[in-house]
């Protein structure tokens, strides 16, 4: 397969990651070219980062340069993304960069936290009418899937399921990362006593299994919730593990590049 280029668009740091990181994976491991971006990354307006702003900048870059991935930053504030037309403008921006042959998003509907569907919302509207709102023409596919981090009862109902299984071990791993991260790690090493704002203090559980290797896998909670919701759609769909996707061009359902690339390995 000819070389690639993937978009995936996230509201905060972890999204892209816990969201698509099966396919994200599989594209790199292929040579494709994967495109991140951090729609909400002023990381001064969050009360779990303000005064580390560059450390996490830092270490989310450090993280992408690690998995292979570019990463990008909108820098609009932690539950302050707009649905305006200059938000939709600067995604818009990215995808006539990049010329993406595949965009994956956020679920539109996701009721929270707000930013989720906000960017699902803008980031749809961004790569249909790109050439229109930037008032040129750079022609890209409109391939476009909608993806889930949090899995619970609201409008997303998956017609696109890939087999992650090979690359679960690692994919499983990726949000432990962004949760010391948000449990603010350096400050508690300077106050034992400090709690994270954002509810984490570390590893909950201890997994072991095949799959994952002999030793045993310490898991953050947002790695909790990607290793279980993808052995729940790996059920939905006769694999070990698997992500669950919804399609936006139904032309190309079964047979696009997300396809395509999930059933390389």
């Known amino acids: 397969m000819d070389k690639k280029?993937?978009?995936?668009?996230?509201?905060?740091?972890?999204?892209?990651?816990?969201?698509?990181?099966?396919?994200?994976?599989k594209a790199v491991k292929q040579g494709h070219r994967v495109v991140l971006v951090n729609v909400a990354s002023d990381y001064s307006s969050w009360r779990t980062t303000q005064g580390r702003e560059k450390e996490v900048r830092e270490r989310i870059l450090k993280k992408a340069e690690e998995i292979g991935v570019e990463k990008r930053f909108?820098?609009?504030?932690?539950?302050?993304?707009?649905?305006?037309?200059?938000?939709?403008?600067?995604?818009a921006e990215v995808a006539i960069d990049v010329q993406p042959d595949l965009t994956l998003f956020h679920n539109r509907y996701e009721p929270s936290p707000s930013d989720h569907s906000t960017v699902g919302?803008?980031?749809?509207?961004?790569?249909?009418?790109?050439?229109?709102v930037l008032d040129t023409y750079v022609p890209f596919s409109q391939e476009m899937y909608a993806y889930e981090v949090y899995p619970r009862n609201f409008d997303f109902v998956p017609d696109t399921f890939i087999n992650i299984t090979d690359v679960i071990a690692e994919v499983a791993q990726w949000p432990n990362y962004f949760d010391e991260i948000y449990a603010g790690d350096i400050h508690q090493k300077k106050d034992p006593n400090m709690k994270s704002t954002h509810g984490l203090t570390g590893p909950r559980t201890e997994i072991?299994?095949?799959?994952?290797?002999?030793?045993?896998?310490?898991?953050w909670p947002h790695g909790e919730l990607k290793l279980y919701t993808?052995?729940?759609?790996?059920?939905?769909?006769?694999?070990?593990?698997?992500e669950a996707y919804m399609s936006l061009d139904k032309r190309?359902?079964?047979?696009?590049l997300l396809q395509q690339i999930a059933q390389i390995r």
Not at 208 to 219: A, D, F, I, K, T
Not at 230 to 242: I, T, V
Not at 252 to 256: D, I, Q, R, W
Request: aromatic share 6%; charged share 20%; hydrophobic share 45%.
């Open 252 to 256: 190309v359902l079964g047979s696009g």
């Open 230 to 242: 993808a052995a729940f759609r790996g059920l939905q769909c006769g694999a070990r593990f698997a």
């Open 74 to 91: 909108l820098g609009y504030g932690y539950q302050q993304v707009p649905r305006t037309l200059d938000a939709i403008k600067k995604i």
């Open 5 to 25: 280029t993937v978009l995936v668009i996230g509201a905060h740091m972890d999204d892209c990651e816990i969201g698509a990181g099966g396919l994200i994976a």
């Open 208 to 219: 072991r299994s095949e799959v994952l290797g002999e030793e045993p896998v310490p898991l």
């Open 121 to 132: 919302y803008i980031a749809e509207r961004a790569v249909r009418d790109a050439t229109r």
